[in-house]
């Protein structure tokens, strides 16, 4: 029993601060979010999301220059620019989505990139469902529709926006996932920046609204809060299992439901946020499947304290 304790107690000293990361992560996002709401329709979506962008790459210089002094191998520089491209449109999506629907509305709609994310690894990647999976990403799209309710309601062109950019960023974590493979994370970010900021830089000069320096500084606050939402999510990924932090992503919804009632007067919408749980719990679900599996088909070192 004692030693039993001793492995145990790692686990939750581990634990708590992967917690407190991902409570960390989820309010950075909703300051991404809130920041590009307030934005509204002021300036263009492609305008807003260049200069975002154009701010976030000063954050990943350092990554940046010594990667491009090696150089790429064809068929990387290849999937670089499929993510890329992948990413300006989403990324225009979800900025035009964020200045016409509510900010609940966006940040439960966008729980369908994990959904995505396991459909695309299961259609294009060859990775097997099984029932229990499939039955999950059923519940998860029921969640969906009863956020976005057709039929009941009239759908926006914001949330059809919204539901575009949730697949594509799927899409594109699809190509970032096989890319982590072959080069280091940073590396991946600090590319997508890039490409994303050379991709957006001609659609965002044809559109091109002179912003006022308090515009800048607000965008320059959705890169840093981006910059430091997903370097908090890494440390909450490197403290604890999925199958710990995934669940606490629920509470962004919330802090996002509090920010549009408080700060935006948007309506509290309770089927947005029975959906947006209904969703969150078929996400988690999945996530600790995967994780018992792998715990299955790897045998632990000894002396293994917890999931890595």
Known sequence: MAGGMSRATPILRNDLPGILWMLAAGLCFVGVNGTVRWLGQA??????????????????????????????????????????????LAVILWFYALARITVAEVTAIGYLNPIVV???????????????RALAIAVALAGAMIVLRPGIRVLE???????????????????A?????????????????????IGLAPIAALVWVPPTPLQYAVLACTALFATAGHYAMTRAFVAAP??????????????????????????VDLWVLVG?????????????????????????????????
């Open 177 to 197: 996932k096989r890319l982590s493979e072959l080069v280091p994370a940073t590396v991946v970010v600090a590319m997508m920046s890039l490409t994303v900021c």
């Open 242 to 267: 999925l199958t710990v932090t995934q669940p606490v992503t629920f509470l962004q919804l919330i802090w996002a439901s509090l920010l549009g009632a408080l700060v935006f007067a948007e309506p």
């Open 43 to 88: 300036l263009p979506a492609a305008e807003g999301a260049f200069i975002r962008f154009a701010f976030g790459l000063l954050f990943l210089v350092p990554a940046l220059g010594p990667a491009l002094r090696r150089g790429f191998a064809p068929r990387i520089w290849a999937l670089f620019v499929l993510r890329g491209g992948l990413h300006v």
């Open 118 to 132: 396991t459909l695309g690894a299961t259609l294009l990647m060859g990775e097997r469902i099984s029932w229990r």
């Open 157 to 175: 062109p914001g949330h059809v926006a919204q539901l575009g950019a949730s697949v594509i960023f799927g899409m594109s974590y699809l190509v």
């Open 276 to 308: 947006g749980a209904i969703m969150i719990g078929a996400i988690s679900y999945i996530t600790w499947r995967e994780a018992r599996l792998r715990r299955q088909t790897i045998t632990p070192p000894v002396g293994a304290t917890r999931e890595s």
